[in-house]
């Protein structure tokens, strides 16, 4: 069975703090897809990044960093020096290697206190 | 078009009444996807469509909640008899290919009262 627990249910930081945002996933399949959206109040999911499970290097994207470690099925999100655009409930996914079908976490409500 | 389109963005539906909640893919995707977010909650898998084959169904919590792509691009989420239960953001997402990344729309709001 896919599961993905995202065990902070709300963070609140100061702009310019760094935060980081934890995702544990479980899975039997040795070829699976990971993923993190963002959902601001508007309400559609962007998508942030894809990572398949052969891949393991990080991964820095200007403000934003990622931590893939099979060791402890993990995948967690960085975001240096936080901007108060963003707050949003951030969601980690896990895709089997059939891609069809997304396993959510319960999300992250982050908000940015200017 | 440019990203998934949804409609209507919000529906108020009476108890009992039946309806159909509409998805416009992003051009050449052959994967499309719907959930179902309740308030506080992450998405809820309801069904996946490659192309025109409902592939899986697995999600949809009633024999109330039916899901077609007869052309394998617009997809149509029906819900029959509609309950209070059934209030919550519809999401659909499609993706180019399985295990790629999907781009969600902006969902619909079903309110039933």
């Known amino acids: 069975a896919q599961k993905v627990t995202q065990a902070q249910t709300e963070i609140s930081v100061v702009e310019k703090e760094d935060v980081t945002l934890d995702c544990v996933y479980e899975t039997r399949d040795t070829t699976y897809y990971l993923f993190w959206y963002k959902q601001p109040p508007s309400g559609e999911l962007v998508f942030l990044i894809r990572?398949?499970?052969?891949?393991?290097q990080n991964e820095i994207s200007g403000r934003y960093s990622w931590n893939f470690q099979k060791s402890t099925s993990s995948f967690n999100f960085t975001i240096t020096a936080s901007q108060v655009v963003d707050s949003a409930v951030y969601f980690c996914a896990l895709s089997d290697r059939t891609g069809n079908q997304f396993y959510f976490g319960t999300g992250t409500s982050l908000t940015v206190i200017p | 078009g440019a990203g998934v389109s949804q409609s209507p963005r919000y529906k108020v539906a009476k108890r009992g009444q039946d309806v159909a909640l509409r998805c416009d893919p992003i051009s050449g995707h052959v994967s499309l996807f719907w959930y179902q977010q309740a308030l506080g909650q992450g998405p809820e898998f309801l069904t996946y469509?490659?192309?025109?084959?409902?592939?899986?169904k697995s999600g949809l919590p009633s024999d109330r909640f039916f899901a077609e792509r007869p052309e394998g691009s617009v997809s149509t989420l029906k819900i029959q008899r509609t309950q209070q239960e059934d209030s919550a953001v519809y999401l659909c997402?499609?993706?180019?290919?399985?295990?790629?990344?999907?781009?969600f729309g902006q969902g619909t709001r079903l309110t039933v009262v």
């Open positions: 997402a499609s993706s180019i290919l399985p295990g790629t990344e999907a781009f």
């Open positions: 990572r398949n499970s052969f891949d393991e």
């Open positions: 469509f490659q192309n025109e084959a409902q592939l899986d």
